[in-house]
């Protein structure tokens, strides 16, 4: 028997059989050529058929329970509609299988097209879906990087440090403890920006803070709290900001620097402001001075 080329294949003739005895596939196979042999004439015939590759192997799957026998038998054509649909009407002549009397029914006559037609539907919907997922992000992503990428390139020098094209001439500047920090103002949107530099505070910082609004935008770490209070004694800052606890100025987000500096703390306020812990120790050194003051206190008489 020729086999079907999977690429032929047009239909699919799926039907179903139940024999009152039992029987093997050879029996089924022998029915169907033996049965529908010449009802259809010679070009119909399913022996030449299959010789000439227009109908393809006959698959056969079949149970046998309690003395019975019942299957489904797929039949792959590459016949058209008309032909096909001739195909599988003559199965349902069938009426023995071996010794058995039996009986076939066409449940289902499938035209394998449709089902390609319906996996390129549902594959072209996917495919447009990624595009429109990932392709058109990507390409707002590109557009940032090229903005990012023009904005960190306009990093200049003032005064001999790093800074951003807006510092000559802003009336507010933010001051940030290095180069990573200016890059990263700059990537958000933020061109008033001066990098310390260092651990000592330039001659350069003390005469912008002199002359301009400044505000100090440190990193939430104890590194950070010592260059404010540095800061404090030797220059003249407005404001302070801190990034999140733990959190560097260079890693934080496009919202988490907006927020911190939305945020900021008048300098007046910060240097009175006491800190969780020193308002622990205060009060507890405090507490103690009472005890000590209660216990220490003469007896009088009544």
């Not at 046998?64 to 026998?69: F, H, N, R, V």
């Not at 990087?145 to 800074?163: D, H, N, P, W």
């Not at 002359?211 to 590194?223: K, Q, S, Y």
């Amino acid at each position: 028997m020729a086999k079907l080329a999977q690429s032929t294949i047009k239909y699919l003739i799926e039907a179903e059989f139940t024999a009152d005895g039992v029987v093997e596939k050879p029996d089924v196979i022998g029915a169907i050529f033996g049965q529908t042999e010449g009802l259809l004439g010679q070009d119909l015939d399913l022996r030449e058929l299959q010789r000439t590759g227009r109908i393809g192997r006959i698959d056969v799957d079949l149970d046998s329970e309690e003395g019975k026998t019942s299957g489904k038998i797929v039949v792959p054509s590459s016949l058209d509609s008309s032909e096909t649909s001739l195909i599988a009407a003559s199965f349902e002549t069938i009426e023995r299988i071996g010794p058995c009397n039996a009986k076939v029914k066409i449940s289902n006559v499938k035209d394998v097209r449709m089902a390609k037609r319906e996996f390129m539907v549902d594959r072209a919907r996917d495919i447009l879906q990624r595009l429109i997922g990932e392709e058109i992000p990507a390409t707002t992503a590109i557009t940032e990087k090229i903005k990012e990428t023009i904005r960190t390139s306009q990093v200049q020098e003032f005064m001999g440090l790093l800074a951003g094209p807006d510092v000559e001439n802003a009336d507010e500047v933010i001051i940030v403890e290095g180069r990573a920090d200016v890059l990263t103002l700059l990537k958000n949107g933020m061109k008033n920006v001066i990098a310390i530099g260092g651990t000592i505070i330039p001659h350069a910082i003390l005469n912008i803070t002199k002359e301009r609004i400044a505000t100090l935008f440190v990193d939430g770490d104890r590194g950070g709290e010592l260059i404010v209070k540095e800061m404090m004694q030797l220059a003249d800052i407005d404001y302070v900001a801190k990034a999140p606890e733990g959190k560097e100025v260079e890693e934080l987000s496009k919202k988490e620097i907006f927020k911190a500096l939305r945020e900021k703390i008048p300098i007046e306020q910060y240097k009175v402001e006491p800190k969780p812990k020193e308002l622990k120790e205060f009060i507890s050194k405090r507490e103690k001075q009472a005890k000590s003051e209660v216990a220490n206190e003469p007896l009088t008489n009544a």
